[in-house]
C-alpha cells in the first residue's frame, strides 16, 4: 500500500534562513509526486510537482528514489512562505495519498 | 464563475442527522474526490469518482455516501452524523492527462457535529 510521511508536524525558520521540508513515501509503483500548499484562509493549491523540475516561489524538490525521499527545498524562506505545505503521491485515476503536513512558520 | 465551489462553508449539526455537503465544478473534470482534513492525519480520501455514475471508495468511507449523476456535481452525505466526523471536508477535481493529474480544490467546508 502507499504511504507518504512527513516526519515534522511544524517548522520555524527565520527570514532568510534555508528551509527544508521532509517527505518520504513507500510505493511500489513509478511515483508521481507534489507538493500543495494551503495559505491561511486559502483553499489548497498544487506548489509543484515532480515531472515537471519547476521552481515555483523559489521552492525545489528532488525526487530521490533510492531514498524514497521528495524533500521541498528554499535557500532564502519568506515570511509569505508560512503556511501549511502537504506531500503527496499520486496513485490511479489521479488519487492522491497526503502526508501528515508539515505548518511553516517564517519568522520575521 | 468557472471552478470548483463548495456549500456550505460552515455547518453545525447534530448527532444522528443526515447532512449533505455540496460539491460543483465548472470545468467538466472526469474526477473529482471528496477528501476529509484532520490534524495529525493530513488529508484523507473518502470517496472519489472517475465519471458520471461511477464512483469507489477511499481510504475512510464508513458514514459516508457519494453520488454522482452529473459530471459537475458530487454530494457528499453523512447519512447519520457522529463526533467523529467532525472536520473540515474538501472536494476537489481533476484532469488527468498522461501520467500526472492535477488537483484542484473546493474551499472547504468546516463541519461540526455537536
Known amino acids: 500500500a502507499q504511504r507518504v510521511t512527513q516526519p515534522e508536524k511544524l517548522l520555524s525558520v527565520f527570514k532568510g534562513a534555508p528551509v527544508e521540508l521532509k517527505c518520504n513515501y513507500s510505493?511500489?509503483?513509478?511515483?508521481?509526486l507534489f507538493w500543495y500548499v494551503q495559505y491561511s484562509r486559502q483553499r489548497l493549491q498544487l506548489l509543484l510537482r515532480h515531472i515537471s523540475r519547476e521552481s515555483i516561489k523559489g521552492f525545489t524538490a528532488d525526487l530521490n528514489k533510492g531514498e524514497t525521499s521528495f524533500h521541498l527545498k528554499k535557500p532564502f524562506a519568506q515570511e509569505e512562505d508560512s503556511a501549511m505545505y502537504y506531500c503527496?503521491?499520486?496513485?490511479?485515476?489521479?488519487?492522491?495519498?497526503f502526508g501528515q503536513g508539515t505548518i511553516l512558520t517564517v519568522h520575521p | 464563475d468557472a471552478g470548483i465551489t463548495q456549500s456550505p462553508r460552515y455547518k453545525i449539526t447534530e448527532t444522528g442527522r443526515q447532512v449533505t455537503l455540496m460539491c460543483h465544478q465548472t470545468?467538466?473534470?472526469?474526477?473529482m474526490f471528496w477528501y476529509r482534513q484532520d490534524l495529525g492525519h493530513g488529508l484523507r480520501l473518502i470517496y472519489y469518482s472517475a465519471a458520471a455514475d461511477i464512483t469507489d471508495k477511499g481510504e475512510v468511507p464508513d458514514g459516508y455516501v457519494v453520488s454522482r449523476s452529473k459530471t459537475e456535481n458530487f454530494p457528499l452525505t453523512l447519512e447519520s452524523a457522529t463526533r467523529s466526523q467532525t472536520s473540515v471536508y474538501f472536494c476537489?477535481?481533476?484532469?488527468?492527462?498522461?501520467?500526472?493529474?492535477?488537483?484542484?480544490f473546493g474551499q472547504g467546508t468546516r463541519l461540526t457535529v455537536v
Open positions: 503527496a503521491l499520486q496513485t490511479s485515476y489521479g488519487k492522491l495519498t
Open positions: 510505493y511500489s509503483g513509478s511515483p508521481e
Open positions: 476537489a477535481s481533476s484532469a488527468v492527462r498522461g501520467r500526472v493529474a492535477e488537483a484542484f
Open positions: 470545468w467538466s473534470h472526469s474526477y
